[in-house]
């Protein structure tokens, strides 16, 4: 029964929890804690599904008779790993693949570069208003001719320093490990909420680094200037800079501030509790069970 337990578990925490989860408002206050309980979900629905196929293996050892079940479980958890193994790679190479792509035409496009926060920013030809950054070896912080002639000072600060953030927490690589796990999981049992919320998570989270810089009043400003007009390419998160604009401006008018120590504490112990539970609960009173039945023997 343990591997029937953690298959269910793995489906349960695969589909409609971070469905559920995705509906909360309150990660908005504690973005930081909250991609750490996304991906300790993630993980825990992963651990859980391989935790299934090893039980098979072991119900394989000590019970032929259960061959067809655990045949069966063994299977699904193999496709599961392959998946993730096949859909990490894919886009891994299509992402980089893509950036250099397009390190390439801003190379071809560029037209000069600014200094902001000490540091400079490229600034390419276009009538369109945007902004992004390109992570990677060569990382750097790109910005349209229009949107350098829109903004006011203090609200190009606000920008740079939104797109530095994912540069410098490599947000880019977390988005990487939530869409191959999107795609890992079959149709069936996955989740768009759980990407969908991380990328909008990560965007919060370099809110908060740029309104320390710059305040809250110029990121909102520059943030609705810049939302009428779609990056054409991802950004370090792999998401546009856009990317719920509506619910980043409400918050940055007061909806959700960070800071929230007692919220962020309990939401890191609800990522622990997501990990050291289940294995508690079923792994160990299997672990346990497979000890007796070798030392029978």
Known sequence: MTGLWLGLLALV???????????????????????????????????????????????????????????????????????????????AVRTRRRRQRHRDLVDLLQCGSVTSGGSAVRVVEGQACYAYCLPGREAAVVLSEATLASLSPVELAAVVAHERAHLRARHDLLVEFFTALHQAFPRLVRSGAALQTVRLLVEMLADDAARRKAGERPLANALLALSATPVPAPTA?????????????????GGGRPGHRGLSALTYGGAAALLTVPTAALVLPWMWAVAEAYALR
């Open 13 to 91: 925490l695969a589909g409609p929890v971070p469905a559920v989860l995705a509906r909360a408002r309150w990660t908005w206050q504690v973005p930081r804690a909250a991609l750490v309980l996304w991906q300790a979900l993630a993980v825990a629905a992963f651990l859980a599904a391989l935790g299934a196929g090893t039980w098979a293996t072991t119900e394989l050892l000590l019970n032929p008779h259960g061959l067809p079940a655990a045949v069966a479980v063994g299977v699904v958890t193999g496709l599961l790993g392959g998946r993730l193994a096949a859909a990490g790679l894919s886009v």
């Open 237 to 253: 998160s792999g998401t546009v800079l856009t990317a719920g604009a509506a619910a980043r401006v409400r918050r940055l008018a």
